[in-house]
């Protein structure tokens, strides 16, 4: 009987800088845009993050301050 590739363990390949390509290690950094970056490109601005943090931390800030009625009683 011939063996086929999955009896064979699977190894996962080693996840790789989404910028440049090093392997990771121990210390690796999931952006919010859902890539895996070393430490040398973990800030958004090292590594051209096209995600946009203006508008989610102003739906932040909309959804935690709710506007009020008018508080002045109008004669």
Request: one cysteine or more.
């Amino acid at each position: 009987m011939k063996e086929t590739k999955q009896n064979k363990e699977y190894k996962p390949k080693h996840e790789r800088c989404h910028f440049c390509n090093k392997k990771l290690k121990l210390m690796s950094f999931t952006c919010k845009c859902e890539f895996k970056f070393c430490v040398a490109h973990q800030n958004p601005h090292s590594h051209k993050c096209s995600y946009d943090y203006k508008s989610e931390n102003c739906k932040i800030i909309e959804k935690n301050n709710p506007k009020l009625g008018s508080k002045v009683i109008k004669i």
